[in-house]
């Protein structure tokens, strides 16, 4: 998901899909759209709760908060359509 390599179909299809998506809901909900935190930018790794097979490791039990931050990273082109959108929603 990074900006600073060579841009993928597949990952600018997956994102106008993820959009499109967003913009169905947001129409369709009225005023029951909800943003879950830390869903909506996908998560670049696995998320695997403490149990027995892991040694009840936390390792992989987090979120990335910091991805929408990252300009070089297309989290934060996410972010700002998320913000447009909701602009756009409490405007109209």
Not at 7 to 28: E, F, M, P, W, Y
Not at 34 to 55: A, C, I, Q, Y
Request: charged fraction near 30%; include cysteine; glycine fraction near 6%.
């Amino acid at each position: 998901m990074s900006k600073l390599v060579k841009r993928s179909i597949k990952v600018d299809r997956g994102i106008a899909l993820h959009k499109l998506i967003r913009l169905i809901t947001i129409a369709l909900g009225g005023e029951g759209y909800l943003n879950f935190m830390g869903n909506e930018f996908g998560h670049p790794e696995w998320v695997d709760f403490p149990n027995e097979k892991n040694n009840e490791s936390y390792h992989y039990c987090r979120r990335r908060w910091d991805l929408s931050e990252d300009k070089n990273l297309y989290y934060s082109d996410l972010l700002a359509f998320d913000k447009a959108m909701l602009a756009l929603e409490e405007e109209e």
